[in-house]
């Protein structure tokens, strides 16, 4: 892409974001045809908006094809949360498993095994609410998405799992809550069965930043599916093994 389509681009999303107004699609000028143009988009974004990155959420197992949206400093928060729901309409949920780096990851980092992964990370489970710009989150087309952050709207993490060494995460067990009633009951469903693999297929990606900052938090997918709540809900996802993390959505 040009550089001033990827402008073009990323200050509809960034005016999206702070007005709260929703998005049919990216013009066909300003839309990204490759993942690394919607990268650019999401950096630029974040630049438009002056936010910091703090995290990523990432799919895919395979470092030639994985892809990632960027988690902003203001949308990663600590349990218990509480969110606005007019802040995020969508009011998608999902049950994730995130990891911490331990260091600065730097493009030498591209070489890593499965067990030095877990040598410079720390287990962290969170709740990623999704949330989109556009009117239509299942009918924008996937790379327009891609450009929005991925549809990350929020990032809600707890406190380490100091125990992790000792889980299986392959079957997991994980509960998601709707103010106290089930809404999902299920052991393992990762769509990647090992959490762990999004997350080493992004640091061993060419196309990642060369340095990732010690600190940052790269969420790895749903164990629970994409669950859709209200305003008002309280919603609470527990992990066996460690515990309950929630975010309450205001009216």
């Given at each position: 892409m040009k550089r001033e389509d990827i402008q073009k681009a990323a200050a509809l999303l960034a005016k999206s974001r702070l007005e709260g107004r929703f998005l049919n699609e990216l013009p066909l000028e300003a839309r990204p045809i490759a993942f690394t143009d919607a990268v650019a988009i999401q950096t630029e974004t974040a630049r438009v908006l002056g936010e910091k990155i703090v995290g990523y959420k990432v799919t895919g197992v395979q470092p030639e094809t994985v892809t990632w949206g960027a988690i902003l400093a203001s949308r990663l928060l600590a349990h218990p949360a509480t969110m606005p729901a007019a802040s995020v309409p969508l009011l998608g949920v999902e049950a994730e498993i995130a990891y911490r780096l331990n260091i600065d990851l730097e493009a030498r980092h591209r070489l890593l095994t499965l067990n030095e992964f877990d040598e410079i990370t720390t287990v962290i489970p969170a709740i990623e609410v999704v949330d989109t710009r556009f009117l239509s989150y299942l009918d924008a087309p996937l790379m327009d998405r891609n450009a929005?952050?991925?549809?990350?709207?929020?990032?809600?993490?707890?406190?380490?799992?100091?125990?992790?060494?000792?889980?299986?995460?392959?079957?997991?067990?994980?509960?998601?809550?709707?103010?106290?009633?089930?809404?999902?009951?299920?052991?393992?469903?990762?769509p990647a069965v090992d959490p762990r693999l999004p997350a080493l297929a992004f640091f061993q990606s060419a196309d990642r930043p060369d340095r990732v900052a010690a600190g940052t938090i790269i969420t790895t997918g749903t164990y629970t599916g994409l669950n859709y709540f209200e305003p008002g809900d309280i919603v609470s996802a527990s992990f066996s093994g460690y515990g309950t993390l929630e975010v309450s959505f205001t009216r």
């Open positions: 929005d952050f991925m549809s990350n709207g929020a990032l809600i993490v707890a406190d380490p799992w100091l125990s992790s060494e000792d889980t299986d995460f392959i079957k997991l067990p994980v509960t998601l809550e709707r103010s106290g009633v089930t809404v999902v009951e299920t052991v393992g469903g990762h």
